[in-house]
C-alpha cells in the first residue's frame, strides 16, 4: 500500500526473549522508495548495552551534502532476486500493445524513446536496487551466524544479571568470534586467489574496494583557475578530452558508390548480437545490462527485430544512444588532485547502442567480403 522495502539484514536478530530464552527478529526497518537508496551500512550495535530486550539499530543515510558518495562501479541491480517469470508475464501483456505502437509511429526518434521507456518501467517494477553496505560478505557462512546469534543470547543474559562471570564469558565468545571471522576471510581470500583467472580481475577488484568513494576534489581549469561547482568540473574535463578541433575525415567517393550493397537484417544477426554480449560488464549509461537486454530481447523479440531493422535501414543514429556516463576515476599517491592528469575517466556506452553497433559491424564485415572496393585501402 505505502510501497516500502524492508532494509534490515537477514538473520540479524534484533530482540532476545528472557523467559522463553531465545532470540528473534521483531525490530523492523522500513523505507519508502524515495528514501531507500540513501541507506547504507544498516547493523546491531553490538557495543551499546542497554537494559531492554531490543537491540540497538544504527544506519546511516548518505545525502548530497556528504564528502563521500556511493561507488559509481558497484553493481546497481539485484538480479539474483528479481522474478524473472513475473517480469516476462508484464512484457508479454504489453507486447500487442507495443507493436501495435511501433508499426503506427513514423517519427525514428519516438519509436526509440518509447521503447527505453517501456523498458525502464518494466525494470523500475520487477528488478531493485542492490544494498551494498560495508557488512555485505560473500565469506559469510552458517558457522559465523551460530556464533553470532550466542553471542547476542549470552549478551542478553548479562543485560539481566549484570555479573562479573557473565561479562568473562561474553569477553571470551566475542574473541573467538572475531578470531574465526579473521580466519574464514584470511581462508577465502586464499582460495579465491589460487583459483582466480584473468576474467576474473574485476571480481578481484570487488572484494577490496570501498562501498563509499570522496567527492571531487576542486579542479583547475586551463587558465589554473578552480572550479568548485560540479557542473563547472565536468565541462572542465569534457574541454580537456574533446578538442573541438578534431575533425573525421569522409571518402565521399565511397558513400556515392550505389555498387555496394547492404545486406538486410535478420533476426539471427539480431539475436547473436544480444546473446553473445559480455554480461559481468558494468552497468551503461541507460543503466541496463546485457542481463536485462537478454530477459528483454526473449519476452518481445518481435518488437527488437522490427526496431532494429528499420533503424539501420533508414542510417538512423538515435542521439539518446550516443550519449555516455563518464567514470571519473583518481590515480593513486598524487600530491595535488587539482590538476586533470591525476585522474582518468572511462566511458560507459549506451547498451542498445552497443547492440546496434555489433549490428553495423556484422553488415560491415560481411560487406568487405562480398566488395573488393572496400577492401583497397591505396
Same mark, same amino acid.
Given at each position: 500500500?505505502?510501497?516500502?522495502? $524492508? +532494509?534490515?539484514?537477514?538473520?540479524? !536478530?534484533?530482540?532476545?526473549?528472557?523467559?522463553?530464552?531465545?532470540?528473534?527478529?521483531?525490530?523492523? &526497518?522500513?523505507?519508502?522508495? =524515495?528514501?531507500? #537508496?540513501?541507506?547504507? @551500512?544498516?547493523?546491531?550495535?553490538?557495543?551499546?548495552?542497554?537494559?531492554?530486550?531490543?537491540?540497538?539499530?544504527?544506519?546511516?543515510?548518505?545525502?548530497?551534502?556528504?564528502?563521500?558518495?556511493?561507488?559509481?562501479?558497484?553493481? *546497481?541491480?539485484?538480479?539474483?532476486?528479481?522474478?524473472?517469470?513475473?517480469?516476462?508475464?508484464?512484457?508479454?501483456?504489453?507486447?500487442?500493445?507495443?507493436?501495435?505502437?511501433?508499426?503506427?509511429?513514423? @517519427?525514428?526518434?519516438?519509436?526509440?524513446?518509447?521503447?527505453?521507456?517501456?523498458?525502464?518501467?518494466?525494470?523500475?517494477?520487477?528488478?531493485?536496487?542492490?544494498? +551494498?553496505?560495508? %557488512? *555485505?560478505?560473500?565469506?559469510? !557462512?552458517?558457522?559465523?551466524?551460530?556464533?553470532?546469534? &550466542?553471542?547476542?543470547?549470552?549478551?542478553?543474559?548479562?543485560?539481566?544479571?549484570?555479573?562479573?562471570?557473565?561479562?568473562?564469558? +561474553?569477553?571470551?565468545?566475542? @574473541? =573467538?568470534?572475531?578470531?574465526?571471522?579473521?580466519?574464514?576471510?584470511?581462508?577465502?581470500?586464499?582460495?579465491?586467489?589460487?583459483?582466480?583467472?584473468?576474467?576474473?580481475?574485476?571480481?578481484?577488484?570487488?572484494?577490496?574496494?570501498?562501498?563509499?568513494?570522496?567527492?571531487?576534489?576542486?579542479?583547475? !581549469?586551463?587558465?589554473?583557475?578552480?572550479?568548485?561547482?560540479?557542473?563547472?568540473?565536468? %565541462?572542465?574535463?569534457?574541454?580537456?578530452?574533446? *578538442?573541438?578541433?578534431?575533425?573525421?575525415?569522409? #571518402?565521399?567517393?565511397?558513400?556515392?558508390?550505389?555498387?555496394?550493397?547492404?545486406?538486410?537484417?535478420?533476426?539471427?544477426?539480431?539475436?547473436?548480437?544480444? !546473446?553473445?554480449?559480455?554480461?559481468?560488464?558494468?552497468?551503461?549509461?541507460?543503466?541496463?545490462?546485457?542481463?536485462?537486454?537478454?530477459?528483454?530481447?526473449?519476452?518481445?523479440?518481435?518488437?527488437?527485430?522490427?526496431?532494429? =531493422?528499420?533503424?539501420?535501414?533508414?542510417?538512423?543514429? =538515435?542521439?539518446?544512444?550516443?550519449?555516455?556516463?563518464?567514470?571519473?576515476?583518481? %590515480?593513486?599517491?598524487?600530491?595535488?588532485?587539482?590538476?586533470?592528469?591525476?585522474?582518468?575517466?572511462?566511458?560507459?556506452? #549506451?547498451?542498445?547502442?552497443?547492440?546496434?553497433?555489433? $549490428?553495423?559491424?556484422?553488415?560491415? *564485415?560481411?560487406?568487405?567480403?562480398?566488395?573488393?572496393?572496400?577492401?583497397?585501402? @591505396?
Amino acid at each position: 500500500m505505502h510501497d516500502c522495502d $524492508l +532494509i534490515n539484514t537477514l538473520n540479524i !536478530n534484533t530482540y532476545h526473549s528472557y523467559f522463553k530464552r531465545s532470540s528473534s527478529i521483531i525490530d523492523l &526497518a522500513f523505507a519508502s522508495r =524515495s528514501v531507500q #537508496n540513501y541507506i547504507k @551500512n544498516w547493523h546491531v550495535n553490538e557495543d551499546a548495552n542497554t537494559e531492554f530486550n531490543h537491540e540497538v539499530i544504527l544506519f546511516m543515510i548518505v545525502t548530497e551534502k556528504m564528502k563521500l558518495i556511493e561507488n559509481s562501479l558497484n553493481a *546497481s541491480y539485484n538480479l539474483q532476486k528479481v522474478d524473472w517469470k513475473k517480469f516476462n508475464m508484464h512484457l508479454q501483456k504489453m507486447k500487442n500493445e507495443m507493436i501495435i505502437k511501433m508499426r503506427r509511429t513514423i @517519427n525514428l526518434k519516438t519509436k526509440v524513446i518509447y521503447l527505453i521507456e517501456c523498458i525502464k518501467n518494466a525494470v523500475k517494477l520487477f528488478v531493485f536496487k542492490q544494498r +551494498i553496505c560495508a %557488512k *555485505s560478505k560473500l565469506w559469510w !557462512n552458517d558457522k559465523l551466524i551460530e556464533m553470532q546469534k &550466542a553471542l547476542s543470547s549470552r549478551k542478553w543474559i548479562w543485560k539481566r544479571c549484570r555479573t562479573d562471570d557473565a561479562w568473562t564469558e +561474553i569477553m571470551q565468545m566475542q @574473541n =573467538s568470534y572475531h578470531d574465526a571471522i579473521k580466519l574464514i576471510k584470511n581462508q577465502f581470500w586464499i582460495n579465491f586467489l589460487n583459483k582466480v583467472e584473468e576474467k576474473k580481475v574485476f571480481q578481484t577488484y570487488k572484494f577490496i574496494k570501498s562501498w563509499l568513494i570522496e567527492k571531487l576534489f576542486l579542479i583547475q !581549469n586551463a587558465q589554473k583557475k578552480l572550479k568548485t561547482e560540479f557542473n563547472e568540473k565536468c %565541462k572542465t574535463f569534457l574541454k580537456a578530452m574533446y *578538442s573541438s578541433s578534431l575533425k573525421v575525415q569522409i #571518402n565521399e567517393n565511397l558513400l556515392l558508390n550505389k555498387s555496394i550493397q547492404w545486406s538486410r537484417i535478420i533476426e539471427r544477426k539480431i539475436k547473436h548480437a544480444i !546473446n553473445f554480449s559480455a554480461l559481468r560488464k558494468a552497468l551503461e549509461s541507460d543503466d541496463m545490462s546485457f542481463v536485462i537486454m537478454q530477459r528483454v530481447y526473449k519476452s518481445v523479440l518481435k518488437i527488437f527485430n522490427l526496431m532494429y =531493422s528499420n533503424l539501420i535501414e533508414s542510417n538512423y543514429h =538515435s542521439k539518446i544512444w550516443r550519449e555516455g556516463t563518464e567514470i571519473i576515476l583518481k %590515480k593513486l599517491n598524487k600530491l595535488n588532485y587539482s590538476i586533470l592528469k591525476t585522474y582518468r575517466i572511462i566511458t560507459l556506452l #549506451n547498451c542498445l547502442d552497443k547492440i546496434a553497433k555489433k $549490428l553495423i559491424m556484422m553488415q560491415l *564485415s560481411y560487406t568487405a567480403k562480398m566488395n573488393d572496393k572496400l577492401l583497397n585501402f @591505396n
